[in-house]
Each structure stands twice: as structure tokens, then as C-alpha cells.
């Protein structure tokens, strides 16, 4: 970074860099998608007669959110660098310096900043802000259904809040270890002074938040109504709410590989001296795998919204059969981003956990790898697992026996993930903190998970349980009760370094007890209706499934309530918490070496790794 | 299960830890299987075919395959977290050994592993063999499927036609799925079976009714705006009564 001084423009005065933020890109975004919303709305020709869908009205809301794109890209400052480097010229190192924020003070957060640490923040801030609207999402569809006869909402708000929960989760789960943590802590526990790429790490973030705005455009233009899924053909006959998504996920997916290129070369070249492979932290392991997960199945998921707004747009027929299309393609491009993507949610967070384990009960991880060795088995199979979610899609028959042989496989690597955690709590000695909790917690819900998953995975009990509620509570045991569990003891566990003060441990106690009871509580209702009969999505249902769907509504309430106690803990603790001291968990790792606040290039001389972080334990035995 | 044996220490199995999980996973064992079987078996409906009877006898096997893992993991949890439990904020002392791994235990753990998996992987192939040649069945009772939004329309062999499903007890039925607009998916509750109706294809999936009795029909697969809504009855009535609902209803399809 600093040594980037070849080429510099003279900067006289303020450079244009220093006059972007986010309110210029605010202010850019919305005057370019007036202006190619007025000039498509005057220039773009007419539907022909008798054309059945909304193509020119697609175009204009397509267009226009292009618009919001670029503008809002623009003004945040994402293309100053790449417009220099067209005229031959690069950044100067004062605008350097600037963009790596260093004394800025909290205005460094509304920039394009290249520094890790404040990107780390500003991924956590929009993870608490995706689950606070995700979540709130999640109240209204359970308030609804509450009771059978007492759906309130109209349906097609219903259908729009199901797709958007669903989407927003997604989103939000995918992004809530790898996106904090593995941008704050990880460069640090590897002993570097930034991530390989820092100009890409803050275009990843600002991308993120230029998506967001065309999610929530979509709601005031007819909504999500097709689930977060969003099958063709229904997704064809969708109201435009339906362009909101396709621009969202085709914005999230180039965040998601910007930011998985920066990790994987982050961490396969920027490691400390003496950082060997086999002394890498076992998060890095899930951070890397996680991203590099994403990096093949991101574009896929691009590439079906890509198709999805041709059908819409320009009357292609990708996805209509009777047009030579077929549906079956979307479902196919959608699972081969959908399966390798819960492992995006789950590695990391699984793994934030494997690295906390010896921390907390003061003995060395339990075979480093067999972790890897699980890790990286998951990693491969699933990418060859995806037609488990069409076994009664009718696309192949022929093809059910072999996905579910892949599928089943699975359950081995995953038992190893279960090997290494209880083999590290096997006599160890239990500090008894939230991190530690979520220990057991992870292993309670992910057996549930993993259990009910091997049902799932079998294609004639799938034939029944398929498109449940069973499906629904499955999943959520997976990517919340194992996934959220991982990323909110990360949360309690890096966050004096990422604050320089302690997470108040009565209300991480609190919150891990209302949120675990009311998840159990929540989801077994859900498995219980499933088995009943419920199907998935639906907005009203049989008076037989009132009592699971009330027992499942309380539970996501005590959710409620103990997601709440953590996000007053985390402004709490962030503003008058107990001073941390460098190392409060006497932890072996990196990143507890150095002091808060952190230096902007973390350390003053770059450390060098004699050991793995794991030497805990006293005598040889 | 991780120590290593040395003849300072005495062999693993006396170990009081060892034997209180032990003995804490055959408790855990039988309560996990019998809590997770009764739940399966209590929630889901009572069968109206053996596909169903043999999908909750999957659940019951596959339950009780998967206890003693479960039940292994939850000995050890509870066995360590009833012990040297240390609360204060700066951490206890290290633990008194560094051990870091056990290739005996991995390899057992694996091992164990790979079986369940193979027999998970076998007794459902053995079923999904069974079901998929159900479909080829051509003295089965034919029927066709559509889905619209937001109504199932069947179709029988002599022209008649109906929005509630008549299926005769004992007898095996092929179903010819479609749909006329979106995707959706035929679900016969009671029966176990679920096929989706795509738009522009056809998809099969058979059946064999085996109680008299009217049970569910539902869309599980999204739908649109009254996806909630789309469900049917199927009446599956003695052989006598659906000859007769059937020639009444093909006369009234062919007088209209």
C-alpha cells in the first residue's frame, strides 16, 4: 500500500477522492436512476399488441436500476482508481493514505476505506442491520401465522415477506463471519499488514450496500412473491418487484467473489514467516474454504438471474418450455449455487468455533487434520450434491440414486467436523463463557441438522417430507441454530479486539439462553407440522397444525427477545464496556498480539510463527 | 476414547470418565432413539399406503441408526460439562495433557461412519427401487394430473373429470403429472408420494391406496398468491362405489 508511489498524480488541493462518500454516491445513484428512468420512459419503444408480459416495463425498471448501480459505484469513489490506471496514471500516495483512513475518525466508515479493520466494522454493521430487517421479517410471517384463521396479512404480501426473509438471510448468514471477521481478524491472525487486494475489499462492501437499495425498490413495485428461490415460470409472471431481486443477487454475487478472490490470495500469500500450512488457524482453513466455495457457484447464481431477466426483459425463452426453454434449467443453475452455498454459511461459522474450542478449554484442538481433512471433504462433495433439491422435481429420475449417494457421503466429512469439537472438549477444562456454550449449543443443533438432513437426503422419505415445513425447520437447525450460533459467539469472542472493550457477559449469558430455548422451541414446532402435513410457504393453513404453529410462533418471539438483549449488549458494550485487556482469552493466536486500537497496518514489525496456535496443555503424557 | 495407553496411567476403559460416558450413552442412546422415533412417528399422519408406512418405517430405522452417534456425542458433552467446570474471567489453569490426536479413535470414528452411511444409502435404494418400478405398472389405474393456478384437475381413463380425487382401495394408480402455468407439486398427504407438475412435461408417480377414507391433496411447491389454498380431497372408496362414481361422471362429461 504504501509503497505504491510510482506514477503519482500531483494532487493540488482536494483530491476527488476526498470529496466522496457516501452521500455523494447516495445523491449520484438516485439523480442517474431518475435520468435513465425519464429517458427509457420517453425513448423505449412500445410493447407490441398482445405481448403477455410486462417487457417494457421490465426494461425501464431493469435499466434504471443499472443506473442506480453505476451512479452510486461512482460516487462512492469505486472507479477513481480504475479510471486512472486507464490514463496511465495511479492513485497518489497521499490519496493512499487517505483511503486507508487512518485518523479520520468515525467518517472513515462512510468512505470507500481500503483498510481491513474498517471494513470488518462496516461488514458488521450491515450484518446486524440484514438480520435486524431479515429477522423483523421473520416476526411478521410467524405473527401470521400464529393461528390458522388469523392471517392478517394479504398474500401477496405474505409470499413478498417469505421471499424477502428468505433472500435477506441468505445474504446476511453468508456474509456474517466471513464478512467481519474474516476481514477484520483474519489478515491479522496470519500476521499481514492489510488483505492482498484492499481497494477490491472496499468495492466488496460498497457493493453489498448498492444491492441492498434495489431489494428494497423491488418491495414497492409488486415484491419478491416467489420465495427467495424464485422459480421460473414464476418468477416470470412476477410483478417487477421480481427486477429488484435479479439486480440484488446479480450485485451480491460479484461482492461475494471480489471479496472471495481477495480472501483466498490474502491467505495463500500473505501468511506470516513461518505460517506453514500446518500451522495456519483452523479459521483460516474455513474462511478460505468458504470463500473459495463461493467463487465457482457465485457466478452460476449470476448467471441465472441473468437468464431470468432476458425471459422477463427482452421476451427470451430460457426458462418456458413452451418456447423451447425449460424450467428445469433454472432449478438446475439455481441448486448448483444453493448447495454449495449453505457450506458457505456453515464452514466458517463452524470453524470460528473449532478455533475457540482449545481457547476455552485450555487444551490443544483435536486432530488439526481430521478438521481440515472434514472441511475440505465437505467442501468437494458439495459440490456434486445439488440435484438432491429436485428429487421429485421430475427432471431425472435416473439421476435420484447417484445425488443421493453424494448426498449421504457428506454425513462423513461433516462426523469428522463432530470428531474434532467433542475431542477437544474431551477433558479439557471448561472456562465457562458464551463462546464455550455455543460450543455445545453447535453440536446440539447441528446433530439436529445433520440428523434430519440424512432423512432428507433419502429419496423416498424426501417424496414426503419435501416442500414441508420439515424442510423449513431443517435448514434453519443447520444455518441459524448451527451457522448464527458460530458467527454470534465470534461476535462475543473477537469483540475486544474489534471494540477494546468486553462483551457485557450477563447479557451474552442471557442472550445465548433466550436465543437457544426459543430456537429449540421454535423449530421443533416446525418439524412437528411438517410432519403433520404443512406445506412450506404457505400463508394459511388446517386447524390440525394450530398448536405446532403456535408453539413455533412463541419460540421465534423468545428468539426475538434474546436478539435483541444482544444488540443492546453489542451498543452497550461497545460504548461504556469493561476496558479489554490485549489478551483477555489468553489466546495463542495472532491477532491477540497486538494492541487496541490496532495500528492501520496491524503490526510494526511482522511477526514470525515458530508454532501453531493450539500448544496449549502441561505435561507430556 | 482419545487417551493414549501408557503403563503409568491405567488402561483407558478404567478410566472414571471413560465409564461415566459409557454408561451415559447407552442412556443417551435409548433416550434419543425412543424421544426421536416417538416424535417422528407421533407427528406425521396415520398411512392410507405402504409407500407412506414404509416412509415412517425409514424414519424409525434411520432414528434409531443414528442414536448411538448422537447418543455418543451428547455422553461426552454431558460428561465433560459435569465436570471441571471454571467460571471467573481470567481462564483456569491448562489442561494436564497435550493430547492431539488419536489415529485409533479417527479411524474408528470413520470407520463407524462410513458404515452407517452405507446402510443409510442401502435401505434407501432398496425402497426407491421398489418405488420407481411402481411407475412402469401399465395394469395400474391411469390418472392425470394438472395443476393450475390455484386448482388440481384429474383426468380418468373413460373421460370423466373432477377436482376431488376417487381412487379405489387395494389398487395401484399411476399418476401422469402436469401443469397448465407454473410449477407446482402434487402431494397425496396420507399416501407419501409427491411429484411436481412442471409446466410443458409430464411426470409420473404411482401409488397403491390401502384404507378407504378421504385424505389430502396439497400443493407443496410455491405457487403464487393462493398457493396456500390449493389443496384438494382424495376419496378412496371400495371398488363397486368407484365403478359407479366413475360411469356417473363419464356419462355427465360426455353429455356436457
Known sequence: MTTLTHKSVAAPGKSIIEKLNVFTALALGVITAVVVWRLSLAFLPQDADGATMFTREDKITLLSMCGWFVGFMTGIGALVGPFRWLMGKDLSHDENMFLAGQDMGPKRYLRYTTDHKVVGIQYLFITILIFFLGGGLAMLIRTNLGHATGGWIHPQAYNSIVGTHGILMIVGTIIMVTGPFGNFIMPIMIGARDMAFPRLNALSFWLIVAAAVPLMWGQFIGGISTGWSAYNPLASQAPLGMDGYIMYICIFAVSTMVAGANITTTVVKMRAKGMTWNRTPIFIYGTVASVALALPAFPVFFLSQVLSAFDRALGTTFYNTAGGGSGWLYENLFWIMGHPEVYVILIPAIAALMEMAPVFTRRPLFSFNVAIMGIAGISGLSALVWAHHMYISGWAPLLNAPFMITTELISIPTGMLFLVLVGTLWRGRLWMTMPLMSIFALLWNFMIGGITGIYLSDVPADAFLHGSMYVTAHFHYTLMGAGLTGALASLVYWFPKMTGRMFDKTLSWVSFWLVQIGFNVAFVGMFAVGLAGQPRRVESYAPTFNTGNLITTIGAYTIMIGMLVLLYGVISSARTGVKAPKNPWQAKTLEWTVDYPIPLENFDVLPIVTADAYGYGKAKS | ?256
Not at chain 2, 450413552?25 to 405402504?50: D, K, L, N, Q
Not at chain 2, 454431558?78 to 479413535?105: F, Q
Not at chain 2, 394430473?145 to 381413463?157: C, K, M, P, R
Open chain 2, 1 to 256: 476414547m482419545v487417551e493414549v495407553i501408557t503403563p503409568q496411567t491405567p488402561q483407558w476403559w478404567k478410566k472414571p470418565d471413560v465409564k461415566k460416558a459409557a454408561i451415559l450413552w447407552v442412556i443417551c442412546t435409548a433416550v434419543i432413539g425412543f424421544v426421536g422415533v416417538e416424535f417422528h412417528v407421533r407427528s406425521m399422519v396415520r398411512p392410507a399406503s405402504e409407500t407412506m408406512s414404509g416412509v415412517i418405517n425409514l424414519m424409525r430405522i434411520f432414528t434409531w441408526a443414528a442414536a448411538p452417534v448422537a447418543g455418543l456425542v451428547g455422553a461426552m458433552c454431558i460428561t465433560v460439562l459435569t465436570s471441571k467446570r471454571h467460571y471467573g474471567d481470567n481462564p483456569p489453569a491448562e489442561a494436564d495433557h497435550e493430547i492431539r490426536n488419536s489415529p485409533r479413535a479417527t479411524a474408528l470414528w470413520v470407520v463407524v461412519s462410513g458404515i452407517l452411511c452405507l446402510f443409510a444409502l442401502v435401505t434407501g435404494m432398496i425402497v426407491l427401487q421398489q418405488d420407481n418400478k411402481a411407475v412402469l405398472d401399465t395394469q395400474a389405474i391411469q390418472v392425470n394430473v394438472t395443476g393450475q393456478q390455484w386448482v388440481w384437475n384429474f383426468d380418468y381413463a373413460n373421460g370423466a373429470r373432477s377436482q376431488d380425487l376417487y381412487l379405489p382401495v387395494n389398487k395401484p394408480v399411476v399418476f401422469h403429472i402436469t401443469s397448465k402455468d407454473v410449477k407446482h407439486s402434487f402431494w397425496i398427504v396420507q399416501m407419501g408420494i409427491k411429484m411436481d407438475a412442471n409446466p410443458g412435461y409430464t411426470t409420473e408417480t404411482a401409488v397403491t391406496p390401502d384404507k378407504i377414507g378421504v385424505f389430502d391433496v396439497r400443493c407443496a411447491e410455491l405457487c403464487g398468491l393462493l398457493h396456500a389454498y390449493m389443496q384438494t380431497k382424495v376419496h378412496v372408496v371400495s371398488q363397486a362405489d368407484y365403478d359407479a362414481w366413475l360411469t356417473a361422471h363419464a356419462a355427465t362429461e360426455a353429455g356436457a
